[in-house]
């Protein structure tokens, strides 16, 4: 079974995605770590971030793991240092280069064949695993989403300037001429403003549930 979850930055998705793949024994397929490890390959080698075509190299050549659901690069494990204002500032822009998720859609096929998987992103549903028994859509707030990062504690900016990268995040990401966001047709939306976490895990384990 393949549990398809969309939703914009901030939402949550890989929080719930992870207690939903523990809950379920499912493998958790986080796609928003490989388009970073794309941004990271490229501020690693030192590359222009500006010029698509060394995202685009970078995603060609990208030798990648995950072992015990964390990101290994090149054999050396880089989980810990994907979620950085640096790499929040490009990976946006990096991830809406056709070639880019051409590339990052197919190591992800490949790496989830024959599994059943929890896999969240921003085009899970619509794109990558279109055929997926059960589709979900996560929505909130900017500021509820702002709020949620800020106090994450992992970066450096202001309340305000999270809200604004947000929001450029969400323009990017619906604006991409090639895996969207957007809400898959058959997709039950979640609207996940002011609930807990494992008050969103509990709608979403009963929309599982039922579908089984």
Same mark, same amino acid.
């Not at 222009?48 to 990101?71: M, T």
């Not at 921003?122 to 709020?147: G, H, I, W």
């Not at 990268?165 to 997709?187: M, N, P, W, Y």
């Given at each position: 079974?393949?549990?398809?979850?969309? $939703?914009?930055?901030?939402?949550?998705?890989?929080?719930?995605?992870?207690?939903?793949?523990?809950?379920?024994?499912? +493998? +958790?397929?986080?796609?928003?770590?490989?388009?970073?490890?794309?941004? +990271?390959?490229?501020? #690693?080698? %030192?590359? #222009?971030? !500006?010029?698509?075509?060394?995202?685009?190299?970078?995603?060609?050549? /990208?030798?990648? !793991?995950?072992?015990?659901? =964390?990101?290994?690069?090149?054999?050396?494990?880089?989980?810990?240092?994907?979620?950085?204002? =640096?790499?929040?500032?490009?990976?946006?822009?990096?991830?809406?280069?056709? =070639?880019?998720? !051409?590339?990052?859609?197919?190591?992800?096929? %490949?790496?989830?064949?024959?599994?059943?998987?929890?896999?969240?992103?921003?085009?899970?549903?619509?794109?990558?695993?279109?055929?997926?028994?059960?589709?979900?859509? /996560? #929505?909130?707030?900017?500021?509820?989403?702002?709020?949620?990062?800020?106090?994450? $504690?992992?970066?450096?900016?202001?309340?305000? =300037?999270?809200?604004?990268?947000?929001?450029?995040?969400?323009?990017?990401? %619906?604006?991409?001429?090639?895996?969207?966001?957007?809400?898959?047709?058959?997709?039950? +939306?979640? #609207?996940?403003?002011?609930?807990?976490?494992?008050?969103?895990? !509990? %709608?979403?384990?009963?929309?599982?549930?039922?579908?089984?």
């Amino acid at each position: 079974m393949i549990i398809a979850l969309d $939703g914009p930055a901030g939402v949550g998705k890989s929080t719930i995605a992870s207690l939903i793949a523990q809950e379920t024994g499912f +493998y +958790y397929l986080n796609s928003g770590n490989f388009y970073r490890s794309v941004t +990271y390959k490229v501020f #690693d080698e %030192k590359r #222009d971030p !500006e010029q698509d075509e060394n995202v685009i190299n970078a995603s060609k050549n /990208l030798n990648i !793991e995950v072992i015990n659901n =964390q990101i290994y690069l090149d054999g050396v494990n880089i989980d810990s240092k994907l979620h950085t204002d =640096q790499i929040d500032k490009y990976v946006a822009k990096h991830s809406a280069i056709i =070639q880019v998720r !051409e590339n990052i859609n197919k190591i992800l096929r %490949k790496l989830t064949r024959d599994l059943d998987i929890v896999a969240e992103g921003r085009d899970m549903a619509t794109v990558v695993f279109p055929n997926a028994e059960v589709k979900l859509y /996560l #929505d909130a707030s900017v500021e509820e989403r702002a709020n949620r990062r800020y106090n994450q $504690g992992v970066s450096s900016l202001t309340f305000e =300037q999270i809200c604004d990268s947000i929001q450029k995040r969400d323009e990017i990401d %619906k604006g991409k001429e090639f895996g969207k966001l957007e809400i898959a047709k058959d997709a039950i +939306y979640i #609207d996940t403003t002011g609930l807990t976490i494992i008050q969103v895990c !509990e %709608k979403v384990i009963s929309i599982i549930n039922k579908k089984k």
